[in-house]
C-alpha cells in the first residue's frame, strides 16, 4: 500500500494554497484558488476509491461505494456547521485555515492506520 503514500501526499500539500484564498485580490485568483482546491479535492476521493479497492475484494465493492459515501455525508453534516458559523461572523481566515486543515489530518491518521495495519500483518 506504500505506493499511495505519495500521491496521498502530493495532494495534501496540494491542498494546502487553500488557506491563503481569502488573502487573494482580484477575483479571478480567488477563484482560481477554489477551482484548484475543488480537483485536488477530486483527487482524494478517487485515490481513496483506488486504494479500496487494494484493501478490499472485489465482490465488496458496493460497501466501497457506500461507505465512501455515507462517511463523506457524515463528514459534511458535521463540519457544515461549524463553516457555516465561521462566515456568518466573518471569521473567513479561519474557515479557509481549517478547510486546508482536513487534509493533513487526515493524511496523517490514514498513514499511522495504514502503517499500524501493517504492523500486525507482519507479526
Known amino acids: 500500500h506504500g505506493q499511495f503514500a505519495r500521491p496521498f501526499l502530493a495532494?495534501?500539500?496540494l491542498s494546502l494554497p487553500l488557506m491563503f484564498t481569502p488573502k487573494a485580490?482580484?477575483?479571478s485568483l480567488v477563484m482560481a484558488g477554489l477551482f484548484f482546491a475543488m480537483f485536488?479535492?477530486?483527487?482524494?476521493i478517487i485515490l481513496s476509491?483506488?486504494?479500496?479497492?487494494?484493501?478490499?475484494a472485489r465482490s465488496q465493492s458496493g460497501l466501497i461505494a457506500g461507505v465512501g459515501a455515507g462517511s463523506?455525508?457524515?463528514?459534511v453534516a458535521v463540519v457544515m456547521p461549524i463553516f457555516g458559523r465561521l462566515f456568518d461572523?466573518?471569521?473567513y481566515d479561519s474557515s479557509f485555515q481549517l478547510a486546508a486543515i482536513f487534509p493533513v489530518?487526515?493524511?496523517i491518521c490514514w498513514r499511522l492506520l495504514t502503517l499500524s495495519r501493517l504492523k500486525?500483518?507482519?507479526a
Not at 49 to 56: C, D, L, N, Q, S
Not at 72 to 75: G, R
Open 25 to 27: 485580490v482580484p477575483v
Open 11 to 13: 495532494l495534501t500539500v
Open 89 to 91: 461572523r466573518g471569521h
Open 40 to 44: 485536488a479535492g477530486a483527487g482524494f
Open 105 to 107: 489530518a487526515g493524511y
Open 120 to 122: 500486525h500483518q507482519s
Open 72 to 75: 463523506w455525508s457524515a463528514a
Open 49 to 56: 476509491i483506488a486504494y479500496a479497492t487494494t484493501v478490499f
